[in-house]
């Protein structure tokens, strides 16, 4: 099954933020074992970054993006998404409307 991730799930999983890091890192730990495929963009990626840059540091924060790079697929952001989004009157939020 596959499985989108936003910013607000990489950020509780990289900053160990509770009550919700539990969740989130089993939601991630998912895709180690091939329970799921999990994507997110590169967009979330960069918000998770910001974030997490500002609580720690931003050599590990970027430590911490890499390594969840290496379980986490990154969605294709194309040029038919972004006027998709733009063109749907369901989508009032525009970074969720690509992402969808």
Excluded: H, W
Excluded at 10 to 31: D, R
């Amino acid at each position: 099954m596959k499985v989108f991730v936003d910013a607000n799930i990489l950020l509780s999983a990289l900053n160990k933020e509770y009550p919700t890091f539990t969740q989130t890192s089993q939601i991630i730990s998912m895709n180690e074992s091939n329970r799921l495929q999990i994507f997110t963009s590169p967009v979330c990626r960069a918000i998770a970054f910001y974030f997490a840059k500002k609580k720690s540091k931003a050599t590990l924060a970027k430590k911490k993006i890499a390594l969840l790079s290496q379980n986490i697929s990154i969605a294709a952001a194309t040029p038919s998404s972004v006027a998709s989004a733009l063109a749907n009157p369901r989508v009032n939020d525009f970074e969720d409307g690509m992402e969808y």
